[in-house]
């Protein structure tokens, strides 16, 4: 392949010996393969093979990127949460694996002695990607806008409304505590 040359996915492009696999491209058996139908691009000097798509690629977060996701299992140290969205790309599907972890020390920026005042299971969370180089991915709430989005009742699963520092139920009059992100509520996700 020339650099320019309009590949499609699995088209050849070089051998791991002389180039690493940069965006759009992947290794197999020592050999660098297009993932997407583009344009091949060779850095000759990073000594990167990689495709630029032609099409909108969906979605894949790095490090650093605005996620939403929801809580799926709580443990004692970590919550386990699903990814549905990127900042930015809320009406596309994301790519690749979308598990993640929110490790306690992850959550607020002061010490928290329980992850359970921070999530219950099935909040809608948004939170900021700190690692992404291998899955699951490693995510963090500490910051105003970082945390709970969206909270149902634990006792009757109503939507719960916010009431200060902490959350009310308008049905039961449950209150519940959560690290809650600045506009919770207010129908951004």
Do not use: W
């Amino acid at each position: 392949m020339k650099d320019g040359e309009l590949v499609m996915p699995g088209s050849f492009l070089g051998v791991a010996e002389e180039f690493l696999p940069g965006r759009g491209a992947f290794e197999e058996d020592g050999k660098i393969y297009a993932s997407t139908i583009g344009i091949a691009r060779y850095d000759m000097k990073g000594r990167k093979a990689e495709v630029n798509p032609m099409v909108k690629q969906p979605p894949t977060p790095s490090s650093g990127d605005i996620v939403i996701c929801q809580v799926e299992l709580m443990r004692e140290k970590m919550a386990l949460v699903e990814i549905l969205a990127l900042e930015g790309y809320e009406d596309r599907e994301v790519t690749g694996s979308t598990k993640a972890r929110i490790y306690i020390s992850q959550t607020a920026q002061k010490y928290v002695k329980d992850l359970a005042s921070q999530f219950h299971v099935n909040d809608t969370v948004r939170a900021k990607v700190r690692k992404a180089q291998r899955e699951p991915y490693e995510l963090s709430t500490a910051g105003s806008d970082l945390g709970v989005v969206r909270a149902l009742c634990s006792k009757c699963r109503t939507v719960l409304r916010r009431k200060g520092n902490v959350l009310e139920c308008p049905e039961c009059g449950n209150i519940e505590m959560r690290k809650l992100a600045s506009d919770y509520g207010k129908g951004r996700v």
